[in-house]
């Protein structure tokens, strides 16, 4: 949310007046989260279109790929965000769930993450029907081998490249970011996992990455922690970098398509209660803590005070409009020119990806 003029202490030095200057543009052009976050999401997929253009003679070969692909992403990705917290305030880093989940949320990462590769492994075994070519890793599978050659610092590469780094720059900025502006509710990750899978620029794959930014933003809904989405993308990142190309070989074999559907459906299917049973007491056992708890007399005590009896302060009503809002919200959301901008711009990002 953005930080309130009114409340903002001042300080002294450069960042005193970087500040100011930033607050005052906010209030006087009333920037909104449902304007500025496609904002940065449509920065973030003009700097990704652009490294397309990049050829292999400047990003190397081997390690030097690996550290040219690392240095990619954070240039288009985690600099941006940085940028845009920064922007956001001091207090915006404490908004965005980065803390530790509680140790009895374990058991939903599990079940969800088995849920999340059913799932994937459907998708992709109906793209694949469908003559498309479902391989998250296309563009790089010759770097993707696993052999008796293969060193340690081999694999470290590969994993930090591929799933570590991504992992934590994607969820910092589609979980962190997009689900804290857009109020960490339906709507938040309605958008946040939109934007995710719009992001690769990819529509033969879109359904993949749109799947997969479901399940991170319901972990990061249920567990409130950016830790939990932060941990379930590395685990999944990096099951799929390492036996995707054998786990479509065998989907993919013709006479094993109906019952390797049937299997992979009811699997999925059976996870998938599990995972919204766990989901169920998570939120129960929120339900019944005490700090949840509002006793009956003080609420009466809240209720004799005319003041507070009558709504809440202007602020607090400023806040709720932005985690509530309902339908209204969501149309406002949809309607914000600079969702419309950033949709049009990824589609034509993506359409001339196939020319």
Same mark, same amino acid.
Request: charged letters at 15%.
């Given at each position: 949310m953005l930080t309130d003029p009114k409340n903002t202490k001042k300080t002294d030095g450069p960042d005193s007046n970087f500040n100011d200057t930033v607050l005052i543009k906010i209030k006087k052009y009333g920037a909104?989260?449902?304007? *500025?976050?496609? =904002? =940065?999401?449509? %920065?973030?997929?003009?700097? /990704? $279109?652009g490294t397309r253009y990049i050829g292999d003679e400047i990003l190397g070969y081997g390690e030097s790929l690996y550290l040219s692909l690392i240095i990619l992403q954070i240039f288009t990705i985690a600099l941006p965000c940085i940028f845009y917290t920064r922007l956001r305030?001091? #207090?915006? !880093? !404490?908004?965005? +769930? =980065?803390?530790?989940?509680? =140790?009895?949320?374990? +058991?939903?990462i599990i079940l969800i993450s088995f849920t999340m590769i059913l799932g994937s492994i459907f998708v992709k075994l109906t793209l694949g029907y469908m003559g498309i070519d479902a391989t998250e890793y296309s563009g790089y599978v010759s770097l993707i081998i696993i #052999?008796? @050659?293969t060193t340690? @610092?081999? %694999?470290? $590469?590969?994993? /930090?490249a591929f799933a570590v780094l991504p992992a934590i720059i994607h969820e910092f900025a589609f979980r962190g970011i997009i689900m804290t502006e857009y109020g960490k509710g339906f709507a938040a990750m309605v958008f946040s996992s939109f934007f995710y899978a719009l992001s690769f620029l990819d529509f033969e794959r879109f359904p993949i990455y749109l799947l997969c930014g479901i399940f991170y933003s319901l972990t990061m809904y249920i567990t409130r922690s950016l830790i939990a989405s932060i941990?379930?993308?590395?685990? $999944?990142?990096?099951? &799929?970098?390492? *036996?995707?190309t054998y786990v479509l070989r065998i989907i993919y074999q013709p006479e094993y398509r109906v019952l390797v559907a049937f299997a992979v459906i009811t699997l999925f299917l059976i996870f998938l209660s599990a995972t919204f049973g766990e989901a169920e007491r998570i939120f129960y056992n929120e339900a019944i803590s005490d700090d949840n708890i509002?006793?009956?007399?003080? &609420?009466?005590s809240l209720l004799s005070d005319g003041k507070e009896a009558s709504g809440e302060s202007e602020n607090t009503k400023t806040?709720? !409009?932005?985690? *509530? +809002? +309902?339908? !209204?919200?969501?149309?406002e959301c949809v309607l914000s020119p600079t969702f419309i901008a950033c949709v049009i711009i990824a589609a034509a990002g993506g359409i001339m990806q196939l020319f």
């Open positions: 909104k989260p449902v304007f *500025t976050a496609p =904002l =940065l999401m449509c %920065v973030i997929i003009i700097l /990704s $279109y305030g001091q #207090n915006y !880093s !404490s908004e965005i +769930g =980065l803390k530790l989940m509680p =140790l009895d949320r374990i +058991g939903f #052999n008796e @050659t340690f @610092t081999d %694999v470290f $590469y590969m994993l /930090s941990f379930l993308h590395i685990l $999944y990142s990096a099951v &799929n970098l390492f *036996t995707e509002i006793l009956p007399e003080k &609420n009466e806040k709720k !409009s932005k985690h *509530t +809002g +309902g339908l !209204s919200f969501f149309l």
